[in-house]
């Protein structure tokens, strides 16, 4: 199945200046976005009150929400347990717990707790609070500087894997095109601040196992073309190749793409931000792929020589006549 012609030969290197200037100016433009604006953490990040309700009856974790949204409570995160007789309903922490005031602690938690039970009893009076927790904001921290950890790992484990399997400058564009990818979806999540959490974390590292995946397959296209050609030069293989794979690309991002609006319309509010930022990541991962990775290999001086096999010089061959 090929949306794009096979062999069609568009000039995707002619456009290079454009196309990685403008992924400076959208890295440029992310970092300073998440400097000055910074994220909107959710509770996974910044602590707050968990309450476990367990129910007689089936419920829906909607009818909920609403309830609990009409009692004045602020922001509440309702997630169904293990069925459809129990939810955990996470709440925000106030400022005054944030400063370490006198709203703080079990204390605290305890009356939060029965403010929601409360809430929802109004609309569901079979709702009986199961447990309850508190944590608090240090955990968050612990959890973003893991979050931090995790995405640079993932992205150097990367680098050393197509490093291993093509040539350093292969990898080098791959570490590039990855930084640009996350940037630029974190930029997003920055300047629209939604809310980010855990989910959104979980589908950050999501994109850069996907990205990296339409690069490899470029990259693979990359190399079967310089071993066959003879005297085609770097740039008419790069452009072969991204022609050559591009039904691929987009076929694949389309369906992805298609999925996660899926999950985004029918999947509930639970999962909205693990399908936006999936999306997001789908479009920056696709285009870079196509108008950014080559580029930088191109940049970097990628020839047939780095790729062909290496043979180890035989002494008794070199005095042969």
Do not use: C
């Not at 433009?29 to 309450?51: E, H, M, P, R, T």
């Amino acid at each position: 199945m090929e949306i794009f012609n096979h062999n069609a030969n568009f000039n995707f290197l002619g456009l290079r200046r454009f196309s990685i200037g403008l992924a400076a100016l959208l890295i440029v433009a992310s970092v300073a976005l998440i400097g000055a604006k910074g994220f909107n953490y959710g509770q996974d990040f910044l602590g707050g009150v968990s309450v476990s309700v367990a129910f007689q009856n089936p419920v829906d974790t909607n009818d909920v929400r609403d309830a609990l949204e009409k009692s004045g409570v602020e922001n509440p995160l309702v997630q169904a347990v293990g069925g459809s007789r129990e939810v955990a309903v996470r709440l925000l922490p106030k400022d005054d717990a944030k400063n370490g005031g006198a709203a703080t602690g079990d204390e605290a938690a305890s009356r939060v707790a029965k403010d929601v039970v409360k809430a929802i009893q109004a609309v569901r009076p079979d709702a009986s609070m199961k447990s309850y927790s508190f944590v608090g904001p240090q955990v968050g921290e612990e959890l973003r500087s893991d979050g931090i950890v995790a995405v640079i790992f993932v992205i150097v484990g990367i680098m050393g894997y197509l490093w291993i399997r093509f040539e350093k400058r292969f990898a080098i564009a791959a570490l590039l095109t990855e930084i640009h990818d996350v940037l630029v979806t974190l930029g997003i999540f920055a300047l629209t601040q939604r809310e980010f959490d855990l989910t959104v974390l979980a589908s950050v590292l999501a994109v850069v196992g996907y990205s990296i995946n339409d690069k490899v397959v470029v990259f693979d296209r990359v190399r079967e073309l310089f071993r066959s050609s003879r005297n085609a030069t770097p740039e008419e293989v790069l452009n072969r190749s991204i022609n050559s794979t591009l039904s691929r690309t987009i076929i694949t991002s389309l369906f992805t793409g298609i999925t996660m609006a899926a999950l985004y319309f029918i999947g509930g509010p639970v999962v909205h931000n693990f399908a936006i930022t999936m999306l997001i990541g789908i479009l920056v991962g696709t285009l870079s792929s196509i108008f950014v990775a080559s580029p930088i290999l191109l940049w970097l001086g990628v020839s047939k020589q780095d790729l062909m096999p290496r043979t180890k010089e035989d002494p008794e061959l070199s005095r042969r006549p």
